[in-house]
């Protein structure tokens, strides 16, 4: 997402402001998640995933019941959903998109991003090989995608295309052909 010498920069001043919280002692332990969250995602881009997965470990341990918590975790769980599958942990992949699926829900009014968790649910049910509940994941992003954005969105365009793809792996003639005079696939 971001340039090499961009994510340097970052990475610098998002490890200093850890040390400065570190060094205050009295600071919420949101600042720490947060500082956190970034720093797992930059490694994450980095492709060093033991490092992300520490910083989102952490996250983890850190979080509460507080809307802010909750609204990281849902991204957190995503980016951990990511990193077990890069590491062919597809089971648990699976589990953690449906973790940021479940929190997600929890701030549907203050979230619009359960249609890519789904598509990530999707995914990695596709990955694992399992093509009914793909499907299903793909159905409900596709749904969700047309609620918030409308037919002609292209987040919801693509949202149907997975799900076309889907369908005509799993050889459902008449699903595909209504998506496509539906989407104008």
């Not at 600042?31 to 992300?52: C, N, P, Q």
């Not at 829900?105 to 598509?119: A, F, I, T, V």
């Not at 409308?150 to 209504?178: F, I, P, W, Y």
């Amino acid at each position: 997402r971001a340039n090499k010498e961009t994510l340097v920069k970052a990475k610098k001043y998002y490890d200093d402001a850890l040390k400065i919280y570190t060094n205050l002692g009295n600071v919420s332990q949101s600042r720490f998640i947060h500082v956190h969250t970034y720093l797992g995602e930059i490694a994450y881009y980095e492709g060093k995933y033991d490092e992300s997965m520490e910083h989102f470990e952490e996250c983890l341990r850190r979080s509460d019941d507080s809307e802010k918590s909750k609204k990281l975790l849902e991204e957190i769980y995503s980016f951990v959903g990511a990193i077990k599958l890069k590491q062919n942990k597809v089971e648990e992949g699976v589990k953690f998109y449906e973790k940021a699926v479940d929190v997600c829900k929890g701030l549907e009014n203050k979230s619009k991003h359960l249609d890519y968790h789904y598509q990530n649910l999707g995914a990695a049910y596709k990955k694992k090989g399992d093509f009914e509940k793909a499907k299903e994941a793909y159905e409900k992003a596709l749904d969700f995608a047309e609620r918030e954005h409308g037919k002609k969105d292209e987040r919801t365009l693509k949202n149907a295309k997975q799900l076309l793809q889907m369908v005509s792996k799993l050889d459902l003639k008449d699903a595909a052909e209504k998506l496509k005079s539906r989407y104008e696939l």
